[in-house]
């Protein structure tokens, strides 16, 4: 009893930051067609979930699809039957895509990035073809949160993923409705809700650098457990009297 208490404590939780990013930010407007990136890890299952609720709700009116992008160069095995029984579940079509892509074409990025920018590629051109304004992604807060530090450590950029992001380019919005959402409660909500694992054999995972991050990020969250809420704010406190004129 104890148990279920506090896991409906960790679903309020995780549903009200939810809910607060995609307010703050204006992340959906009446009429929006969504289309959802499912990876298949928790991350994507759980923004699945909350899209498909708040979808039911009067205002605003909106529709929401989602997609696996299958990677057929790269060994990861998702199951894609539990992936369309989930969203059918929650009354969310289902569409499946393959790509792939050949590392040597531009030695001068990393295949993590080559992947990475042909899933994207891909999911831009079914969200065309399924009628789609906008693009769904499951990054959290502390997805961000890493990116600001990846930036700063290694482009020498204050930069990170914004909650929205407007590709006039390609006339397609980028949102992240999970801004404001904490991985641990996502974790938390992948065993409430009994998630399946995908297997992931990815030969390039090592050449990342975001786990550092993560423990760098736990690490700052030690010295002061402020820290995150004190680097989200930093990034719309910019005090440019304070830093070195660019030259």
């Known amino acids: 009893m104890a148990q279920f208490k506090e896991d409906e404590k960790i679903m309020r939780r995780l549903e009200q930051r939810f809910n607060k990013g995609v307010v703050k930010y204006r992340l959906i407007e009446d009429g929006d067609k969504i289309l959802i990136g499912l990876s298949g890890g928790k991350d994507?299952?759980?923004l699945l979930e909350l899209l498909a609720r708040r979808s039911r709700i009067l205002k605003p009116k909106f529709t929401v699809i989602a997609v696996h992008v299958g990677m057929t160069n790269?060994?990861?095995?998702?199951?894609l039957e539990y992936l369309k029984s989930y969203s059918e579940s929650l009354e969310?079509?289902?569409?499946?895509?393959e790509t792939s892509f050949d590392?040597?074409?531009d030695t001068r990025k990393s295949p993590c990035f080559l992947c990475s920018w042909n899933r994207r590629k891909a999911l831009f051109m079914v969200a065309k073809e399924q009628g789609c304004n906008k693009i769904a992604l499951g990054h959290h807060m502390d997805d961000i949160l890493e990116t600001l530090l990846m930036n700063i450590t290694f482009q020498g950029a204050f930069s990170a993923m914004p909650p929205?992001?407007?590709m006039h380019k390609f006339d397609m919005t980028i949102i992240r409705p999970?801004?404001?959402v904490h991985e641990a409660d996502l974790i938390e909500m992948a065993r409430i809700r009994g998630f399946h694992k995908q297997i992931k054999n990815c030969p390039y995972e090592s050449?990342?650098?975001r786990s550092d991050m993560k423990n760098i990020l736990h690490s700052l969250e030690n010295l002061n457990p402020e820290a995150r809420y004190s680097l989200w704010g930093s990034m719309t406190n910019i005090q440019e009297e304070l830093l070195p004129d660019a030259e």
Do not use: E, G, R, W
């Open 103 to 105: 590392p040597s074409t």
């Open 92 to 97: 969310v079509p289902f569409v499946h895509y």
């Open 207 to 209: 050449q990342s650098n």
């Open 164 to 166: 929205k992001l407007v």
């Open 44 to 46: 994507s299952l759980a």
């Open 178 to 180: 999970m801004c404001l």
């Open 74 to 79: 790269i060994p990861y095995q998702s199951d």
